[in-house]
């Protein structure tokens, strides 16, 4: 939704592919909760 329009569908893999309005919110609020995220970040600080 972007001021209320519906502006893309679909499931999270598709959203995600199109780098739209969707993965940006996701970058934005939610990649930190991500189980890669969590897996990327621990091999950091564990090398």
């Known amino acids: ?3 209320g329009r519906v ?3 679909g499931n999270h ?3 995600m592919g199109e780098e739209g309005l ?3 919110l996701y970058e ?3 990649k930190h909760q991500s189980a ?3 897996s990327e970040i621990n091999e950091v600080f564990t090398d």
Request: aromatic share 22%; proline share 0%.
């Open 28 to 30: 934005t609020y939610f």
């Open 1 to 3: 939704m972007d001021q």
């Open 22 to 24: 969707y993965s940006e």
């Open 13 to 15: 893999d598709s959203l």
């Open 36 to 38: 890669e995220w969590i």
């Open 7 to 9: 502006v893309e569908e």
